[in-house]
């Protein structure tokens, strides 16, 4: 089994930053893909930014040029550093791996969620 502990949210004033960290342990051979994901009340769940092992990233349009996803792999971790926060980036943020365990099979997990909330 694998945990994906979250931890950083909170609240913020508009313009403000926040850094999102998620770390993974357990039964781990290697981690593939690593995100962050956010879902507002009403609304689907929305992929933020994924970062694969080899550091490439990618940006939800509407974080783009705001928010910075890292990973450093000898710790199993993933940032997500928020920058120019606005209101509409209120929402539960949920960092999702893909992990190879050690029987080589790949499996999905979550981690609990972090609220973000952001006041105008």
Do not use: H
């Amino acid at each position: 089994q694998v945990q994906l502990v979250e931890s950083g949210g909170g609240l913020v004033q508009a313009g403000g930053s926040l850094r999102l960290s998620c770390a993974a342990s357990g039964s781990i051979f290697s981690i593939n893909f690593m995100g962050w994901y956010r879902q507002a009340p009403g609304k689907q769940r929305e992929l933020v930014a994924p970062i694969t092992s080899g550091g490439s990233t990618n940006y939800a349009d509407s974080v783009k040029g705001r928010f910075t996803i890292s990973r450093d792999n000898a710790k199993n971790t993933v940032y997500l550093q928020m920058n120019s926060l606005k209101p509409e980036d209120t929402a539960v943020y949920y960092c999702n791996a893909e992990v190879t365990g050690w029987d080589l099979g790949r499996y999905d997990y979550w981690g609990q969620g972090t609220q973000v909330t952001v006041s105008s």
